[in-house]
Nanobody, 123 residues
Framework: VQLQASGGGLVQAGGSLRLSCVVS????????AAWFRQAPGKERELVAA????????VYSGSVRGRFTISRNMAKDTVYLQMNSLKPEDTAVYYC?????????????????WGQGTQVTVSS
């Protein structure tokens, strides 16, 4: 499985961005997908995750109500729509995927990672 993230950039507070992550895989196996972020000097943290099994999504408390994770199955692409952005959302954002049944909200569960994309929110 390979992941290619894009869509980061510089935006003013209150603005919106949409991140995309194209998932390339050899087989049609199901996968769970997530977005994580890492700010300078901080640990990588979960932003949002989508579980294929149960068709459910989870969000961190800091982004719930502002961010939405979604997936286009035909394009094998996972999106993160980010609205009402705040300066504290500034970070490198990573998409990740896994094919097992481990917890979707744990960083250690994900075996496949894309390169990061920088999101900078100015005040």
């Amino acid at each position: 499985v390979q992941l290619q993230a894009s869509g980061g950039g510089l935006v003013q507070a209150g603005g919106s961005l949409r991140l995309s992550c194209v998932v390339s895989r050899r087989t049609g196996s199901a996968y769970d997908a997530a977005w994580f972020r890492q700010a300078p000097g901080k640990e990588r943290e979960l932003v949002a995750a989508f579980a294929w099994r149960g068709d459910r999504a989870v969000y961190s408390g800091s982004v719930r109500g502002r961010f939405t994770i979604s997936r286009n199955m035909a394009k094998d692409t996972v999106y993160l729509q980010m609205n009402s952005l705040k300066p504290e959302d500034t970070a490198v954002y990573y998409c990740a995927a896994k094919t097992d049944a481990s917890n979707i909200d744990k960083t250690s569960s994900y075996a496949y990672w894309g390169q990061g994309t920088q999101v900078t929110v100015s005040s």
